[in-house]
């Protein structure tokens, strides 16, 4: 094949093309189908070009053509950042704002099951006796609950529970999908831990060291849970009612806004993290006073609540969902 001759045939096409691709932004129907077929050709063209090996400079020079009609074609997608920014302005405070009455459901529940434990371990003598001998018992008011904020360098101990509560609630939304039953296990393990904590601690007239240095760091980081596992419940209840939709694509909808609270949550227990390893694990060591933690604490979940009933709000009203937006149109290449 002379590559000359078939330079000058198809030059035309290739200067047409450059032209569409500088003017994308301004095509009319007609232009949009021409630009399509020209890139289908030309990709054509460069593997022609590419084959015979006569001109590399030709390669280079169609390539770089070839390359900008794709992006012309298949659309610019927004830069990495300007991705990030959306998914926490719109996406995940959208979605934690649809499924609320789920996590403020479970948020409830839990506390109730929390509750009850406490003062169940904490009015029964008996229960205390089951749980432990006496000096452990003691050992765990006097030094064991305080210092787990403290045995661990600070920054170690924030990565520690961090890593360790995203695995929570990681787990509390993937349960969701054999009907929210593991979900539900997760959410009553995580209730009746709590409940028996804080009921030997009050028991034993420590009530205040208890709430004093789980509640800075807990009330951010307990709400993250409750949301994971009110999204799990969700998912399950999806499985069981899809309502008008099929099974199948009520549950694909649903999964992915899942897939969105999950990584949202990450970024919500690192905060929580860095709280319970910076400030309570001072608090427990004297070195801030409890009220100046829970301040802080008290802060952190005032903003995440402002956070998920404005910006989410706004974002669900305004159409939001959490699942995938409409795929750019893309063209199968010949």
Not at 4 to 30: M, N, T
């Given at each position: 094949?002379?590559?000359d001759?078939?330079?000058?045939?198809?030059?035309?096409?290739?200067?047409?093309?450059?032209?569409?691709?500088?003017?994308?932004?301004?095509?009319?129907?007609?232009?949009?189908?021409e630009?399509?077929?020209?890139?289908?050709?030309?990709?054509?063209?460069?593997?022609?070009?590419?084959?015979?090996?006569?001109?590399?400079?030709?390669?280079?020079?169609?390539?770089?053509?070839?390359?900008?009609?794709?992006?012309?074609?298949?659309?610019?997608?927004?830069?990495?950042?300007?991705?990030?920014?959306?998914?926490?302005?719109?996406?995940?405070?959208?979605?934690?704002?649809?499924?609320?009455?789920?996590?403020?459901?479970?948020?409830?529940?839990?506390?109730?099951?929390?509750?009850?434990?406490?003062?169940?371990?904490?009015?029964?003598?008996?229960?205390?006796?089951?749980?432990?001998?006496p000096?452990?018992?003691?050992?765990?008011?006097?030094?064991?609950?305080?210092?787990?904020?403290?045995?661990?360098?600070?920054?170690?101990?924030?990565?520690?529970?961090?890593?360790?509560?995203?695995w929570?609630?990681?787990?509390?939304?993937?349960?969701?999908?054999?009907?929210?039953?593991?979900?539900?296990?997760?959410?009553?393990?995580?209730?009746?831990?709590?409940?028996?904590?804080?009921?030997?601690?009050?028991?034993?007239?420590?009530?205040?060291?208890?709430?004093?240095?789980?509640?800075?760091?807990?009330?951010?980081?307990?709400?993250?849970?409750?949301?994971a596992?009110?999204?799990?419940?969700?998912?399950?209840?999806?499985?069981?009612?899809?309502?008008?939709?099929?099974?199948?694509?009520?549950?694909?909808e649903?999964?992915?806004?899942?897939?969105?609270?999950?990584l949202?949550?990450?970024?919500?227990?690192?905060?929580?993290?860095?709280?319970e390893?910076?400030?309570?694990?001072?608090?427990a060591?004297?070195?801030?006073?409890?009220?100046?933690a829970?301040?802080?604490?008290g802060?952190?979940?005032?903003?995440?609540?402002?956070?998920?009933?404005?910006?989410?709000?706004?974002?669900?009203?305004?159409?939001?969902?959490?699942?995938?937006?409409?795929?750019?149109?893309?063209?199968?290449?010949?």
């Amino acid at each position: 094949m002379d590559i000359d001759v078939f330079a000058a045939a198809h030059a035309p096409e290739w200067k047409r093309l450059d032209d569409l691709v500088r003017r994308r932004r301004s095509l009319d129907g007609e232009e949009i189908d021409e630009l399509v077929d020209l890139y289908q050709r030309v990709s054509t063209h460069l593997s022609v070009v590419r084959s015979s090996g006569q001109d590399p400079a030709l390669v280079g020079r169609l390539s770089a053509l070839v390359a900008r009609a794709r992006s012309a074609v298949t659309g610019a997608h927004a830069s990495a950042w300007r991705d990030v920014g959306g998914f926490f302005t719109r996406v995940f405070p959208a979605v934690l704002y649809r499924l609320r009455w789920w996590w403020i459901g479970t948020t409830a529940g839990t506390l109730v099951v929390a509750g009850a434990t406490a003062a169940w371990v904490a009015a029964n003598p008996d229960v205390l006796h089951a749980l432990g001998t006496p000096e452990f018992i003691a050992r765990y008011v006097d030094y064991e609950f305080a210092n787990y904020y403290m045995e661990n360098p600070r920054g170690s101990f924030a990565a520690q529970v961090w890593t360790n509560n995203a695995w929570v609630a990681a787990q509390a939304i993937i349960f969701g999908v054999a009907f929210g039953l593991p979900t539900l296990a997760v959410l009553l393990m995580n209730a009746v831990n709590v409940g028996v904590g804080a009921g030997i601690m009050i028991a034993h007239g420590q009530g205040d060291v208890f709430f004093g240095l789980i509640l800075p760091h807990g009330m951010l980081e307990l709400t993250a849970v409750f949301v994971a596992g009110g999204v799990g419940l969700k998912l399950g209840w999806t499985i069981i009612a899809p309502g008008d939709r099929t099974r199948v694509r009520a549950l694909g909808e649903e999964a992915r806004a899942a897939i969105a609270v999950a990584l949202g949550l990450v970024v919500v227990l690192f905060v929580s993290g860095l709280i319970e390893g910076l400030v309570t694990g001072n608090a427990a060591a004297g070195h801030i006073p409890v009220p100046v933690a829970l301040g802080i604490g008290g802060l952190a979940e005032l903003l995440f609540l402002v956070y998920v009933f404005t910006v989410g709000k706004k974002a669900y009203q305004e159409g939001e969902t959490g699942d995938i937006e409409n795929a750019p149109q893309a063209v199968p290449v010949a």
